[in-house]
């Protein structure tokens, strides 16, 4: 007898520790975070395209020889400014000054001889005009007035390619600016394909970016935009100067041009920068920044349904602080959204909502 009432109650031991267990559970299960949300609302949205972008001056030009050669004598140095035409660096070359002077006397030869022959043409010309020589007489000055003329002009442009080579070895700025990129030293061999040194017209720096299409109708040439330079912790009025009317093969973007007054010349070469392009503004849904979160390069919002948070991507538009547009086939006007409380957030958590934030 004594042994059935022990083993009863150890029975009721064993129910009342599983239903302790069973009430555990159901309170870890009804467990909730709470939340801060706010509806998906339409809002007023200045459309605002950002981009980085690499400036460059307005006009660049490297200089190099037709030939190559030996550098015999510098004249500048970098950060000199220069006017077009003037000399910078003189160099030598044996076999470029050579054909140039030969050029230049089979030039004067053929030259000569041209003068000579068409001289000699226009005279029996006269003279078998008016029957006092005959056909045979008159064709063959005719002839050699042609050969001659043929070997001159042949002569010529030798002399004329061969004299714009020879005229490199004095190299000039081929453009006003400022000079750069001059490394060699005097003595130096250069190649024919080998840069000398850049000229830089930097009062006006350049940039392309490329601009979305469905914004392409609210921007135009003379468009004022924003111009951020890190580097130097300034920030510079642009304007478009351009807009490419056919769109990129890969990207599908339109390439604008964005130009820059560089009066202070505090911006160089290859300065990474951002562009703020104005584009009007649309009424769009929108919510607080804070709401979107990004995951593996992708932008999520957490819209609340029947006490549980689902995970919604979405594609994000303008920015104006405090709020960003987005968009998404799963959103809709009045969508309740996580706005505090997204931190540790997960897909179908229950959540409890507040609209006060304490």
Known sequence: MKKAKYLVFILL???AAGCGKKKETKQVEEKVKYVVTKPLEYREMNQVFRSDAVLEPQAKVDHKTEKGG?????????????????????????????????????YASTKSAMEIAKNN?????????????????????????????????????????????????????????VVGNLFGKVGNKV????????????????????????????????????????????NYKGKIVEINPIAQADTKKFMIKVAVDNKDNAIKDGMYSYLVVPAGKTNALAIDDEAVFVRNLLSYVYKVEDGVAKRIEVKQGATNLP????????????????????????????????TVIK
Do not use: C
């Open 121 to 177: 043409y226009e005279k029996f010309k006269k003279l078998y005009d008016r029957q006092l020589v005959s056909y045979l007489e008159y064709v063959n000055y005719e002839n050699n007035y042609i050969n001659a003329k043929g070997a001159f002009e042949t002569a010529q442009a030798k002399y004329e390619s061969a004299k714009k080579d020879y005229e490199k070895l004095r190299r000039k700025a081929d453009i006003s600016g």
């Open 323 to 354: 709020y960003t547009q987005i968009s998404s086939p799963k959103l809709k006007e009045g969508d309740r959204i996580v706005v505090k409380g997204v931190f540790g957030l997960e897909e179908g958590e229950k959540v409890k909502e507040n």
């Open 191 to 234: 190649e024919a394909s080998d840069t000398l040194f850049t000229v830089i017209d930097d009062s006006k720096m350049e940039t392309y970016v490329g601009f979305p299409a469905e914004w392409l109708n609210q921007i135009k040439v003379g468009q004022e935009v924003e111009v951020e330079i890190p580097d130097i912790n300034k």
């Open 13 to 15: 031991l064993i129910l």
């Open 70 to 106: 030996t550098i015999q004598k510098i004249l500048k140095k970098n950060g000199d400014k220069v006017n077009k035409g003037d000399l910078v660096m003189i160099l030598t070359d044996g076999p470029t000054e050579s054909a140039y002077f030969t050029a230049k006397a089979d």
